[in-house]
């Protein structure tokens, strides 16, 4: 008997189209989620959503408000959404599927798309379709959201997308249009044959669902007596006061102590200790800073 059908591939499709691609997926918000301040949250791979700017970075946040942990997934309030990214200018057809805590019914597919100067296209016919649902055009939100909530009744909670032939970007996700959502798992499914590439993280997005920050830069530290020490600021974008730090330097450093610390937004400083029972004096040498949000309770 054939393999169970996959939520992307239709009857007419060759057999190699069985082999559902999982580009992306978040089984566990929750255990994904990071802080990125005392009201905002955001998820690793997710990109948060809401507002009406006409950029993809503009509309693809790091964190909002307005979002709990709670026990099994992430409350949602109304209006807020979470999305996968992905290069759509190959592949046109692909799959969304949700669940809420406690197999609920609830919240609405959203699909925004952009052309390939990554400015979103505004109500254009055609740009946007679904499998089992009619997307209408949501004219604050620039992006289209289905006509009914999803839910199991109507078979509607796995919808496969296909999206118009210049949309070269895609923004899929869920969003609480009726109100909040209980978020438990978001899944990006894709055919073989052209299995969407995600964007989240890429330079085109570096700040959409990342939990972590880096930077490189060349260091020179000064002759050190033994106790010694050197301070130097790195900035690292998207770095807030009292997140983890951590710093390397590309040299035999045994001799050496590195210690960082998030000094003020976007700014790190590393301070270099002698901790030797001798002078030393390193060759310039390669920097490196990290830093990492704080996990969401």
């Not at 050496?256 to 003020?264: F, G, P, Q």
């Amino acid at each position: 008997m054939p393999p169970p059908r996959s939520p992307v591939c239709n009857l007419h499709r060759a057999a190699m189209s069985w082999l559902v691609r999982v580009p992306e997926a978040v089984p566990n918000p929750h255990a994904s989620a990071f802080r990125q301040s005392a009201t905002e949250i955001g998820v690793e791979k997710l990109a948060t959503s809401t507002g009406a700017s006409t950029t993809l970075a503009g509309l693809c946040f790091n964190r909002l408000g307005g979002i709990a942990a709670t026990s099994r997934g992430l409350l949602l309030g109304a209006k807020r959404g979470m999305a996968i990214v992905s290069d759509s200018t190959s592949a046109k057809e692909f799959a969304l599927a949700h669940w809420l805590v406690g197999g609920t019914d609830g919240g609405r597919l959203l699909v925004r798309v952009f052309d390939g100067a990554a400015i979103v296209r505004e109500n254009i016919a055609g740009d946007v379709l679904a499998s089992i649902t009619t997307m209408q055009w949501n004219g604050p939100a620039k992006g289209w959201d289905a006509g009914v909530p999803m839910d199991d009744a109507n078979s509607n909670r796995r919808q496969t997308i296909r999206v118009g032939a210049f949309a070269s970007y895609a923004q899929g996700g869920m969003i609480g249009f009726d109100g909040p959502i209980d978020l438990q798992s978001h899944r990006l499914y894709g055919l073989p044959e052209a299995s969407p590439a995600v964007l989240n993280g890429a330079p085109l997005l570096p700040q959409s669902g990342q939990p972590e920050f880096a930077a490189d830069v060349s260091s020179d530290p000064p002759s050190l007596v033994p106790e010694a020490t050197s301070l130097i600021d790195v900035t690292v974008s998207g770095a807030r006061a009292g997140e983890l730090a951590q710093a390397s330097l590309v040299s035999p450093t045994r001799l050496i102590e590195l210690d960082a610390a998030v000094s003020s937004n976007n700014t790190v400083r590393v301070m270099a200790r002698n901790i030797s029972g001798a002078t030393v004096d390193l060759a310039a040498a390669k920097l490196s800073v990290g830093v990492m949000r704080r996990r969401a309770a």
